[in-house]
């Protein structure tokens, strides 16, 4: 297991915070009753944030190039037929993942093609879980177009704690399904949006995996 590099400057403040408390603690507090218990929670909190930033080794070994693979390790918490507004402006599939404090953060491309769209949207923090942190909320938008010419759009959208995005779309990239396309910090949600005719493979209520989790299938 590796930590992913953009988590390397938070954990760097959140352990020097915690290493100052503990000292501060342990130099005017004579009282190890006090001590102690306040020291391991925060050392349980460093533990956690290296948790958190883990990147786990995985090999999506998916043969079909129809495949739709989870962004995101979490929960299908949406399955509906909606009108997608800002860049495929047509009827789609929308599938959102909700992931909470203890699933893996990083998110990996869905498909394999060539980015066709990208943009950053500056927002509110609303629960990732609330539909209108869709719109509202920070959120990237990228789309991938496939070999054979569909689309696959998905937002990474931030949660009330998220505090930052991290994409590495270009529009012109290539792009390889379950290669890592970004992060998003603490309780967040991706929604994707797929063809209309495309055979939904998820339910609502799966816990899923990025990689290796397959949603759809393109026809």
Known sequence: MRIHKDGWGTISVIWAICLLIMGLCCWLIDIIW??????????????????????PLRRGDISSDKAVTSVADGEVVIIEKVFEEEYLKRECIQISVYMNFFNMHVNFWPVSGECSYYKYHPGKYFLAFMPKASELNEHTSVAVRTPDGQEVFFKQIAGTFARRIVCKAE???????????????????????????????????????????VLASLK
């Open 34 to 55: 006090i001590t102690a218990p306040i020291c391991a929670i925060l050392a349980f909190l460093m533990c956690f944030i290296l948790y958190f930033f883990r990147v």
């Open 171 to 213: 529009v012109g990239k290539k792009v390889v399904r379950g290669e890592q396309c970004g992060l998003i910090k603490f309780g967040s949600r991706i929604d994707m949006y797929l063809p209309l005719d495309a055979d939904i493979k998820a339910e609502t209520g799966d816990d899923v995996a990025a990689c290796l989790s």
